[in-house]
């Protein structure tokens, strides 16, 4: 009698080990097809480039000096700055700016593969 449960243990450790190395096998080939890899769609993004383009052009027209001159300066290192990043990257960076009196209009068209985006905005200068 011994040796008959001796024999039903070995068999339910054995199976045990057996099915347990089926799984993980099985786990290393359906892992990496189950997961969808969105980050290349964030790191490739052309929205969200050109949003960033457009928060800080503001920004950069907001710590900019009051002179003109200054101002033109910055918007001008900042546009081929930005043209050479949309550039690097694969896209076509349109950037327009006017230096009015009391505000800079900005214009902005980003062309890529997949899309085309467009903005036309104004921000104060500072006071």
Do not use: C, H, W
């Amino acid at each position: 009698m011994l040796n008959l449960s001796s024999k039903k243990a070995q068999f339910f450790i054995l199976t045990t080990v057996v099915i347990v190395g089926v799984f993980y096998t099985l786990s290393k080939y359906i892992n990496p097809y189950a997961f969808v890899d969105t980050s290349q769609a964030v790191i490739e993004g052309e929205e969200p480039f050109f949003d960033n383009v457009k928060e800080k052009a503001i920004k950069t027209v907001n710590i900019s000096a009051r002179d003109t001159t200054t101002l033109k300066n910055n918007l001008g290192a900042y546009r081929n700055f930005v043209k050479q990043m949309a550039s690097d990257k694969g896209y076509y960076l349109s950037f327009n700016y006017t230096v009015e009196a009391t505000n800079v209009n900005i214009r902005m068209v980003l062309v890529s593969q997949k899309v085309t985006l467009k903005a036309n905005f104004t921000t104060s200068r500072p006071t």
